[in-house]
């Protein structure tokens, strides 16, 4: 794949400790997109120091249609979405520009790797996400706290990876984490539990998830063997259960009030 087709695009605010790591690994490209939802710290300074980056801004409503907006600001067949805490590794751009692009495919997912203070883990949460994806075939969808990527046509899987190596500090994970779990309570009251997976049920019945998730982490994913930053990484999944599960309460306790 010409690397000439595909442009990164990427979500920014308050980014300041992260993007320059980021756009450290994008250099081959001629033009980066830049949705900055109104940044107050340095995340405009580092930008301005990549003559390649074009920076649009815009008020943050959803990530769907961040992404979406940001979709548009596209010049070129492809696009390579990340978070400003992405970072590619070397191996993972050596197999795109060797991709044969085949018309059949639309898209490619890459799979994670969640660093701590800097360290890759063994093993996370994350799953593979479409991140190389034709402009013309693709739409973002509003998922609860998140988005979900809709490609139309096949997709394939990339073998090399991508690190989520985010160095904002924690008081910024606590406030993200709470706003998310407003939006994801709010998801899983409104929406049937015929139509939840599985581990959404089980999150909607607040107690047992938080520890089925500290288990999961550390023993099943690994974690344990991490020393130290597998279990800050497991209780940071527990404690984000935890809040999620506070928020379940509180919505069904505000919902029964109004009903009485």
């Given at each position: 794949?010409?690397?000439?087709?595909?442009?990164?695009?990427?979500?920014?605010?308050?980014?300041?400790?992260?993007?320059?790591?980021?756009?450290?690994?994008?250099?081959?490209?001629?033009?980066?997109?830049?949705?900055?939802?109104?940044?107050?710290?340095?995340?405009?300074?580092?930008?301005?120091?990549?003559?390649?980056?074009?920076v649009?801004?815009?008020?943050?409503?959803?990530?769907?249609?961040?992404?979406?907006?940001?979709?548009?600001?596209?010049?070129?067949?492809?696009?390579?979405?990340?978070?400003?805490?992405?970072?590619?590794?070397?191996?993972?751009?050596?197999?795109?520009?060797?991709?044969?692009?085949p018309?059949?495919?639309?898209?490619?997912?890459?799979?994670?790797k969640?660093?701590?203070?800097?360290?890759?883990?063994?093993?996370?949460?994350?799953?593979?996400?479409?991140?190389?994806?034709?402009?013309?075939?693709?739409?973002?969808?509003d998922?609860?706290?998140?988005?979900?990527?809709?490609?139309?046509?096949?997709?394939?899987?990339?073998?090399?990876?991508?690190?989520?190596?985010?160095?904002?500090?924690?008081?910024?994970?606590?406030?993200?984490?709470?706003?998310?779990?407003?939006?994801?309570a709010?998801?899983?009251?409104?929406?049937?539990?015929?139509?939840?997976?599985?581990?959404?049920?089980?999150?909607?019945?607040?107690?047992?998830?938080?520890?089925?998730?500290?288990?999961?982490?550390?023993?099943?994913?690994?974690?344990?063997?991490?020393?130290?930053?597998?279990?800050?990484?497991?209780?940071?999944?527990?404690?984000?259960?935890?809040?999620?599960?506070?928020?379940?309460?509180?919505?069904?306790?505000?919902?029964?009030?109004?009903?009485?």
């Amino acid at each position: 794949m010409q690397l000439e087709a595909i442009t990164p695009l990427i979500l920014t605010y308050n980014e300041a400790p992260n993007i320059d790591r980021t756009l450290q690994q994008l250099t081959w490209a001629s033009r980066i997109v830049v949705i900055d939802s109104y940044s107050t710290d340095e995340t405009l300074e580092i930008l301005s120091r990549y003559p390649q980056v074009e920076v649009f801004q815009r008020h943050f409503d959803t990530h769907a249609s961040q992404w979406n907006y940001g979709i548009a600001q596209v010049n070129t067949e492809w696009v390579l979405s990340l978070d400003a805490d992405y970072f590619i590794t070397d191996n993972l751009l050596n197999e795109i520009k060797l991709l044969s692009s085949p018309q059949s495919i639309d898209g490619y997912f890459a799979n994670f790797k969640y660093c701590i203070f800097g360290k890759p883990l063994r093993g996370t949460l994350l799953p593979p996400r479409q991140v190389l994806f034709r402009k013309e075939r693709a739409i973002y969808i509003d998922d609860g706290h998140t988005q979900l990527l809709q490609v139309k046509g096949n997709s394939s899987y990339l073998k090399g990876c991508i690190y989520h190596d985010d160095r904002k500090p924690l008081s910024r994970w606590l406030w993200s984490q709470d706003r998310y779990m407003v939006i994801e309570a709010k998801k899983l009251l409104e929406t049937p539990d015929s139509q939840l997976s599985l581990g959404d049920r089980i999150r909607k019945q607040k107690v047992i998830a938080p520890f089925i998730i500290l288990v999961y982490c550390l023993i099943i994913k690994g974690g344990i063997l991490d020393g130290w930053r597998g279990w800050y990484y497991a209780f940071q999944r527990m404690f984000a259960e935890l809040l999620l599960s506070l928020r379940l309460i509180e919505e069904e306790w505000k919902t029964k009030a109004r009903q009485s």
